[in-house]
């Protein structure tokens, strides 16, 4: 697939898969038990790319999640983890904004966690990165500043499952095609954000992302 068509992949956005818990905590905890990757989807309207704000929705509380965002290059079905690099056509920073009071409800209910994941202007991205500037997507050091305060922190060598562990399952079940996304899961510690709230992170040294917060009340 050609970078040109990939570099749309907002424009001409196709699924975007999430992993959840899927960063090994310093301690270990019951993160380190999940056997199969945990996912959710996201609706390709739930995209925003810089200059636009992240509009919390009435009535919720979000979380930020800076997380490195894969975008498939090709279509694949059932590929190997050893094949599925191949699979990938590039990456974005990407935020998995997270709507916890609803996410807390699905969670005390045992009710799906749809309205927590996905929700307009819930997938901040950045622009796309080429496969070729991103070596080692098993090694990528992320961060993220909330207000200019440190946030979160964490390397993609912690994903529980990484990003060809992740294809491969997916594929599966689910024929991966150009300019779907996958959001590889969020490193510690996210936290709440709030009105006029600025979202700062990216990759160490890196590409890096910049988002306001605003309030639709
Ligand atoms: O928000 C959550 O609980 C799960 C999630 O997306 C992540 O761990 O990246
Ligand atoms: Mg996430």
Partial sequence: ????????????????????????????????????????????????????PIVIPPGYILMEELELGVIIGKTCKNVNVKDALDCIGGYCIALDMTAVSEWKKAISQKTPWTTSKTFDTSCPVSSFIPKEVIKDPDNVELFCTVNGQPQQDGNTNKLVFSATELISFISRYHTLEPNDMILTGTPPSPGTVKEGDIIEGGIKGGVTIKFFVKSNL
């Fill in 1 to 52: 697939m050609s970078t040109s068509f990939l570099k749309d992949f907002v424009k001409n956005g196709r699924k975007i898969y999430g992993a959840a818990y899927n960063y090994r905590n310093p301690s270990g905890d019951v993160k380190d038990q999940i056997k199969e990757p945990v996912l959710f989807l996201k609706a390709p309207s739930d995209y925003i790319t810089e200059g636009n």
